[in-house]
């Protein structure tokens, strides 16, 4: 059995007789390096998808995004990413601790391309690297172990009309998301949230 593959992916490329052309793609396209092409491509997006399980399997699926370069390529099998302020409930990175097997998908809507990067999570509260975004709760870094191109062909053409005012900067401070001033959420907030602060301005997204 090869590296990616399973009983059940083999299962199904049997039944759809694809095994000769998933093989062809994994020994041709996928590999456990980030290339020049990769980092510029990782490097140019502002958003991906991240998923992750936890020790019983059990799966989420989140979104991430951010200014564009909020993703870097730290060495050829090494990425890092900040994880901003959210809803609290950690259940992707609560998953990437007790089980750090994530896959990356990274999209360009208005390019039609797509590519994944699956590999080993681990996150460190007080990582160096914080410091470089601003608002980041802690950094995480992922060790890919194999990174390829995903057929475009069903990637809807899109344009970017805003990037969210959410995103922290350093040159403006960050609004309050108007769910953190709602009757059922700001009694239960962090006692340093920033929502807590009655002259911080509110937007509803």
Not at 40 to 46: C, K, L, N, T, Y
Not at 65 to 81: K, N, S, W, Y
Request: hydrophobic letters at 35%; a negative charge.
């Amino acid at each position: 059995m090869r590296g990616m593959y399973h009983d059940g992916s083999r299962g199904l490329q049997d039944r759809f007789d694809t095994r000769r052309l998933a093989d062809r793609i994994e020994d041709r396209i996928v590999h456990d390096a980030i290339d020049e092409g990769d980092r510029a491509f990782i490097e140019a997006r502002d958003m991906f998808f991240l998923a992750t399980a936890d020790e019983e399997g059990r799966p989420q699926c989140s979104y991430k995004g951010g200014d564009p370069g909020f993703v870097r390529v730290l060495d050829e099998h090494t990425i890092a990413f900040p994880a901003y302020d959210g809803n609290g409930m950690y259940l992707s990175f609560g998953n990437a601790l007790v089980n750090p097997h994530v896959g990356l998908l990274f999209i360009d809507f208005e390019g039609r391309k797509r590519m994944r990067l699956n590999g080993v999570a681990s996150i460190d509260l007080d990582d160096p690297l914080r410091a470089e975004w601003p608002e980041a709760q802690f950094v995480v870094r992922v060790r890919a172990t194999e990174v390829f191109p995903n057929c475009p062909r069903y990637i809807h053409e899109y344009t970017l009309v805003q990037r969210s005012r959410f995103v922290p900067k350093t040159d403006c401070e960050t609004p309050v998301p108007a769910w953190k001033r709602s009757e059922w959420a700001h009694d239960a907030l962090p006692a340093a949230d920033p929502a807590n602060d009655p002259s911080r301005e509110v937007r509803p997204r």
